[in-house]
């Protein structure tokens, strides 16, 4: 029995396992999810054959992020999940831990010294389809300022992961808001096994998250958008509220030590809930 870090091949495996427990991946999120950090993507195999997974990302000094804890339905109740947890929490050092625990789950979590810091809700709509003048497709150029950005607005400095996440494919496109040379907002849109997720989004004002909103390069394509907001009761939640979003699904968001400084952006969802 065997803990080793992953390849991307076994990463592009454990998302299907994610997809197999209704996770709704992203079509192309392995190359992103594995240049934040290979060192922290664990998986066990039992005789040769992956069991279970986790992935534990180092963001920066102060904060490293959990997901993809997995394990096939078949090994659970082993010791196995156990297994590469030790690994991944022993990889994140002193850093403080960030993590989106589902509900039968949290109690764990807070045994193992998760502490619950608000929630993220997932909500599931339909975008608009007249794009805001203002909003354009970000260039490789924009990618140092959009990092910096999300920066300020997580406190996280996430470059690795972002450098990756913010190059279009034909599967993930970031939209910028400008106005002139600047950039006001932008909002990350990607195709996933179902419909389009949205993140990280970030805009200062109503007219601006709205203008991104209605400017996904994959409006046409049918199935639903989904944006996962920083509680319920949050600008953009009730915006979204307001467009026909529901929300369908809800975290705990939970960390082991200090929280990250979010910042002053007032329309703003998360990227990812496996990388935070």
């Not at 999120?29 to 180092?58: C, H, Q, R, T, W």
């Not at 996440?165 to 496109?173: C, D, E, G, I, L």
């Not at 929280?259 to 703003?268: H, L």
Request: aromatic letters at 10%.
């Amino acid at each position: 029995m065997t803990v080793r870090t992953m390849t991307l091949d076994d990463l592009q495996l454990v998302l299907g396992w994610a997809a197999d427990e209704g996770w709704n991946p992203g079509l192309d999120d392995a190359s992103a999810f594995f240049a934040a950090d290979p060192a922290g993507l664990f998986l066990k195999e039992v005789d040769g054959v992956p069991v279970a997974a986790i992935s534990v990302v180092n963001h920066d000094d102060d904060f490293a992020f959990l997901g993809l804890y997995l394990c096939k339905p078949e090994y659970r109740g082993q010791g196995h999940g156990m297994d590469v947890w030790r690994a991944g929490i022993a990889h994140a050092g002193q850093r403080s831990i960030g993590l989106d625990g589902v509900p039968d789950q949290q109690a764990n979590y807070a045994r193992s010294g998760f502490i619950h810091h608000g929630s993220t809700v997932r909500f599931e709509g339909h975008v608009g389809d007249a794009p805001d003048k203002r909003v354009r497709l970000a260039t490789s150029s924009d990618v140092v300022t959009l990092i910096e950005y999300d920066q300020r607005t997580s406190g996280m400095a996430r470059q690795a992961f972002l450098a990756t996440w913010f190059q279009s494919t034909a599967t993930r496109q970031t939209m910028v808001l400008v106005d002139g040379s600047d950039i006001k907002g932008f909002a990350t849109f990607r195709r996933c096994r179902s419909g389009v997720k949205i993140g990280p989004f970030v805009a200062d004002d109503e007219t601006d998250a709205l203008g991104l909103l209605a400017s996904s390069p994959f409006a046409g394509l049918r199935g639903p958008a989904f944006i996962d907001t920083q509680g319920q009761s949050t600008p953009l939640a009730a915006l979204l509220k307001t467009r026909g979003f529901a929300p369908v699904f809800e975290t705990a968001r939970m960390f082991t030590g200090r929280t990250p400084n979010y910042g002053p952006s007032t329309y703003q969802a998360i990227a990812t809930m496996e990388l935070g």
